[in-house]
């Protein structure tokens, strides 16, 4: 099966900066990620995108990495991603140190049992993921009722916004996820 509907390019024809940043996540994770090579017929593109997700998901305050990752996949499975899904639900499984939350997140985030605070982020990722014409500013009362500070509620509002752009784009790739994801935090790593 190909990794996307559209042109694959190899990363030695990237430009250099791109390959050094997609190189060191490579040397971190152990494989590239195909969310990287799908993205890279269009370099700018690929590098407003790592920018925007570096800027949102490596701050160094605000919600933390874990409660990141749970809006990614809250909203990644609210999205219908395979992709955003299995790739975020393996970081939800090591940051979370849980190795059941995000299938249950995934598959059915207003069931899961979760804290007041982590439910309050949940709930307002996935208004404003699958319903966000009706956020009020109730919304936003009860997730600083739960303790999110603005810049939460800011990280929890962006968060959204840019995996509802990338689950879409994994949607019109056809993107597979890579099979090292689907045991990451699932079982010790060698």
Request: charged share 25%; glycine share 4%.
């Amino acid at each position: 099966m190909p990794l996307s509907r559209f042109e694959v390019v190899d990363l030695s024809a990237l430009p250099q900066d791109l390959r050094d940043r997609i190189t060191a996540i490579a040397d971190k994770s152990g494989f590239v990620p195909n969310v990287f090579l799908g993205l890279a017929h269009r370099p700018a593109e690929l590098r407003a995108f790592l920018d925007y997700h570096d800027a949102l998901m490596e701050r160094p305050d605000g919600l933390t990495k874990a409660e990141r990752e749970l809006v990614v996949v809250a909203t990644s499975g609210a999205n219908g991603c395979t992709y955003c899904v299995v790739a975020h639900g393996a970081i939800l499984r090591i940051r979370a140190k849980d190795p059941h939350l995000a299938d249950k997140v995934a598959t059915n985030p207003w069931a899961v049992d979760l804290s007041p605070r982590h439910r309050a982020i949940v709930d307002l990722a996935l208004t404003l993921a699958l319903e966000p014409a009706t956020l009020t500013d109730d919304d936003l009362a009860a997730a600083r009722a739960a303790g999110l500070t603005d810049d939460e509620v800011w990280d929890t509002g962006a968060i959204t916004a840019l995996f509802a752009m990338s689950n879409r784009l994994a949607h019109l790739m056809a993107l597979d996820p890579n099979p090292e994801f689907y045991l990451m935090g699932r079982t010790p790593r060698s």
